[in-house]
């Protein structure tokens, strides 16, 4: 899948991004809401679970491009573990610091949620941890909906983890489509 935007261009990620996808998981700015940067190592296998998605699936996370340059990812993907609200898919982002501020997270976002109602998806999740307020800013910016009730623990996480608590957003198709924004 290829997304077209007034200022992006949202594509498959391809074999030869690997060392600015490492870059970008390597920053620890990026990084400060997860609970560490990754190695190349892991950069590199996070890479290689990104392409074989495709296979399988329309969406995915996506390489963010703006004037040429990488960017970082913005897509959806469907949720790999259990929670209360799984199955479902979520909306997500990681983009390099300097492009932060300019809406660019927000602008991609929107494509793949056009998307993903396109494709038949009735329902879109997004979360992120408590603390995480530029992330919960796209969401809102979105028109995601917050219920304190959705909070929840990371299942991947140990449960000394100062990340733990996450919160959801979610959208299903009628209220993308009534927002006006789609
Ligand atoms: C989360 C993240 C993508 C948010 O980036 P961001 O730049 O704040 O978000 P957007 O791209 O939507 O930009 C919105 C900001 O740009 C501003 N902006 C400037 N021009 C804009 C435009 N044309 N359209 C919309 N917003 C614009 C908005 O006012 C807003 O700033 P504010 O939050 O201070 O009000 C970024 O912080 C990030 O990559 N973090 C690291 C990875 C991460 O935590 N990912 C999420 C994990 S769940």
Redesign the pocket.
């Known amino acids: 899948m290829k997304l077209i935007t007034d200022r992006l261009v949202l594509r498959h990620f391809r074999a030869d991004d690997a060392a600015a996808f490492a870059a970008l998981n390597a920053d620890p700015?990026?990084?400060?809401?997860?609970p560490s940067t990754l190695t190349r190592e892991v950069s590199d296998g996070f890479l290689a679970k990104i392409i074989d998605y495709y296979k399988d699936h329309p969406d995915g996370w996506l390489a963010a491009e703006a004037e040429g340059a990488f960017i970082?990812f913005i897509g959806t993907s469907e949720i790999g573990y259990e929670t209360p609200f799984t199955p479902a898919t979520e909306v997500?982002?990681?983009?390099?610091?300097s492009?932060?501020?300019?809406?660019?997270?927000?602008?991609g976002?929107r494509a793949c949620l056009d998307a993903a109602f396109a494709h038949g998806l009735d329902q879109v999740v997004?979360?992120?941890?408590v603390q995480?307020t530029?992330?919960q800013?796209?969401m809102q910016?979105l028109g995601m909906r917050y219920d304190p009730m959705d909070d929840f623990d990371h299942p991947s996480l140990p449960p000394e983890s100062p990340l733990l608590r996450h919160v959801l957003y979610r959208i299903n198709r009628e209220e993308w489509l009534a927002s006006g924004t789609g």
């Open positions: 700015t990026v990084m400060r809401y997860f970082g997500g982002w990681r983009l390099i610091p492009v932060w501020g300019k809406g660019y997270a927000t602008e976002a997004a979360m992120t941890t995480n530029p992330s800013r796209v910016r």
